[in-house]
């Protein structure tokens, strides 16, 4: 195999591999590193390329988890016997290899910025609030999953649980897309082997 090109290099040591219970490892990386990936059937990993309906299996996913409690200090840990708002999305994210940080102020930065409602599903929709981790520009108190035409699932305390809704008004939400726009694949690799932290860390792995 050539040498890694820089960039690319760069861009899998930016990928962290998602894991979470009842989740297995994986992450979703462009397609053109997928040369770097192709003896990961050889090593009992797997290489899903049939990613086209990511959005639909973000929605898909959260949907599952309808009715399951909602608790403001649940951690990616507590997962799946309880959500924050956050953690309900960085868990849905991580089902298609997206890794999402924990809190949701953090995660307004992960794509990017739709400057209307944005009802396309899998579009995180982000309202201010007064929680105490914030950023000095913004201070985001609640985050929920798009499910569609004026739909929003997300865990919250008013029906304390994961469930969806029908904002009054959308239009005091942000929006922020934060799916890739060019294609991708979803890299398994074997849940037993320890160590692996990075897109690019798989790939130092099968060539050792």
């Given at each position: 195999?050539?040498?890694?090109?820089?960039?690319?290099?760069?861009?899998?040591?930016?990928?962290?591999?998602?894991?979470?219970?009842?989740?297995?490892?994986?992450?979703?990386?462009?397609?053109?590193?997928?040369?770097?990936?192709?003896?990961?059937?050889?090593?009992?990993?797997?290489?899903?390329?049939?990613?086209?309906?990511?959005?639909?299996?973000?929605?898909?996913f959260?949907?599952?988890?309808?009715?399951i409690e909602?608790?403001?200090?649940?951690?990616?840990?507590?997962?799946?016997?309880?959500?924050?708002?956050?953690t309900?999305?960085k868990?849905?994210?991580?089902?298609?290899?997206?890794?999402?940080?924990?809190?949701?102020?953090?995660?307004t930065?992960?794509?990017?910025?739709?400057?209307?409602?944005?009802w396309?599903?899998?579009?995180?929709?982000?309202?201010?609030?007064?929680?105490p981790?914030?950023?000095?520009?913004?201070?985001?108190?609640?985050?929920?999953?798009?499910?569609?035409?004026?739909?929003?699932?997300?865990?919250?305390?008013?029906?304390?649980?994961?469930?969806?809704f029908?904002?009054?008004?959308?239009?005091?939400?942000?929006?922020?897309?934060?799916?890739?726009?060019?294609?991708?694949?979803?890299?398994?690799?074997?849940?037993?082997?320890?160590?692996?932290?990075?897109?690019?860390?798989?790939?130092?792995?099968?060539?050792?």
């Amino acid at each position: 195999m050539n040498r890694l090109p820089d960039d690319l290099r760069l861009r899998l040591g930016s990928l962290r591999i998602c894991r979470a219970n009842g989740i297995s490892p994986r992450v979703l990386v462009p397609e053109s590193a997928l040369p770097w990936f192709e003896n990961i059937d050889a090593r009992d990993g797997a290489i899903d390329r049939d990613v086209d309906d990511l959005r639909d299996q973000v929605v898909s996913f959260a949907r599952r988890q309808i009715g399951i409690e909602y608790h403001a200090r649940a951690t990616i840990q507590s997962a799946p016997h309880a959500f924050s708002c956050s953690t309900l999305v960085k868990y849905a994210f991580a089902w298609i290899g997206i890794h999402m940080p924990r809190y949701a102020v953090d995660q307004t930065y992960h794509g990017a910025i739709v400057e209307t409602v944005d009802w396309n599903p899998g579009t995180l929709a982000f309202w201010k609030g007064e929680f105490p981790i914030r950023d000095e520009d913004r201070a985001v108190g609640h985050v929920g999953i798009v499910c569609g035409e004026r739909r929003i699932i997300h865990a919250g305390s008013g029906d304390g649980s994961v469930h969806e809704f029908t904002p009054l008004r959308p239009e005091s939400a942000s929006f922020v897309d934060p799916f890739p726009t060019e294609p991708h694949a979803l890299v398994l690799p074997p849940t037993e082997v320890r160590g692996l932290e990075t897109a690019l860390d798989i790939v130092r792995w099968l060539q050792r």
